[in-house]
Nanobody, 116 residues
Framework: QVQLVESGGGLVQAGGSLRLSCAASGRAFSNSAMGWFRQTPGKEREFVASITWSGGSTHYADSVKDRFTISSDNAKNTVYLQMNSLKPEDTGVYYC?????????WGQGTQVTVSS
């Protein structure tokens, strides 16, 4: 199926920024959706953002839509998550996904830690 490789996580202070990347390879996934979930300590896994591969329609969780921006580079089969004004509650493991042909595939996750 689709293999997803995530990068860009790290440790930042509150108010800082990080840019996550997710590169996809494997089967074709035209007209797919890609995006991010996160697993935050003390909380259930939650949806963060998504984007359609063709057309660039985006959707965000209410908690991040004023601070995060999702985008894609179709030539590189890569989706990005620009995270600004980070808060300690943004801390968690961020998982990239792609949904196409009725199948959802997941990356291994990348750790984001925001200190107060």
């Amino acid at each position: 199926q689709v293999q997803l490789v995530e990068s860009g996580g790290g440790l930042v202070q509150a108010g800082g920024s990080l840019r996550l990347s997710c590169a996809a390879s494997g089967r074709a996934f035209s007209n797919s959706a890609m995006g991010w979930f996160r697993q935050t300590p003390g909380k259930e896994r939650e949806f963060v953002a998504s984007i359609t591969w063709s057309g660039g329609s985006t959707h965000y969780a209410d908690s991040v839509k004023d601070r995060f921006t999702i985008s894609s580079d179709n030539a590189k089969n890569t989706v990005y998550l620009q995270m600004n004004s980070l808060k300690p509650e943004d801390t968690g493991v961020y998982y990239c996904y792609v949904f196409s042909m009725g199948v959802r595939d997941w990356g291994q996750g990348t750790q984001v830690t925001v200190s107060s």
